[in-house]
């Protein structure tokens, strides 16, 4: 499973980075406001961090305009994602961009008819967004299960990138399930690394060693 990094803090980014378990980012409108930053300075410095696709999100909301965002979007780098809405008029923009080999990442999913859709429409991600689902009383892995079946069964290629996350729980489910990528937060990647028993392990290890008087170095 591919991890991309759901963030546009450029810190984070370039910390994580360095790790070599970040194979992409997505941005949204809410993210880009929570950073402070110019839109195309901040896709541009995370592009020139991160090789794999960087989503970019369109604010229009009928095709004509999107596409001339796109189009504004794709020229920043060759590694640029057009996030579009899961709308009708999402849709035939992500067909048009896809007919011309454009990554589109098609956001705001909350259904697997939705989805269904979206692979139709040659959508290259599907972005389900679990945490709300969880937060309106569904169960947001289980939309993911669902997709997972239905691109099974008909062969599609869009992956599943499971966005909203907000546990460790739901990456462990995304992986089981067998979703192409799940976009994480930063903090959410950082308790990744986390169980008490590597620290009480590391903890006793050092102590003991302390106890040896060797050095290493
Ligand atoms: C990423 O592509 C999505 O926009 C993001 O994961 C949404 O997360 P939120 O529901 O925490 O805002």
Not at 26 to 49: H, Q
Request: aromatic share 6%; charged share 25%.
């Amino acid at each position: 499973m591919k991890f991309f990094l759901d963030t546009a803090e450029i810190d984070d980014i370039r910390e994580l980075a360095k790790s070599g378990l970040i194979d992409g980012v997505t941005t949204n409108p809410s993210l880009i406001k929570k950073s402070g930053r110019d839109f195309v300075e901040v896709i541009k410095e995370i592009s020139d961090i991160v090789d794999g696709p960087i989503s970019a999100e369109t604010i229009a909301t009928d095709t004509e305009t999107m596409l001339k965002e796109a189009k504004k979007l794709v020229g920043i780098s060759k590694n640029i994602t057009i996030k579009v809405p899961m709308t009708a008029e999402g849709l035939k923009t992500c067909k048009a961009l896809t007919d011309e080999g454009i990554m589109v990442n098609v956001t705001l999913c909350f259904s697997a008819n939705q989805a269904l859709l979206a692979a139709k429409a040659g959508a290259t991600f599907i972005s389900p967004f679990v945490g709300r689902l969880d937060d309106i009383g569904d169960d947001g892995m289980d939309l993911i299960e669902d997709i997972r079946i239905i691109y099974d069964n008909y062969g599609f290629d869009t992956q599943i990138l499971v966005a909203s996350i907000r546990t460790v729980e739901h990456v462990k489910r995304s992986a089981l399930i067998g979703a192409d990528v799940a976009t994480v937060p930063p903090k959410i990647i950082h308790e990744l690394y986390n169980h008490p028993l590597t620290d009480k392990g590391l903890e006793a290890f050092l102590k003991d060693w302390g106890e040896t008087g060797q050095t290493i170095l």
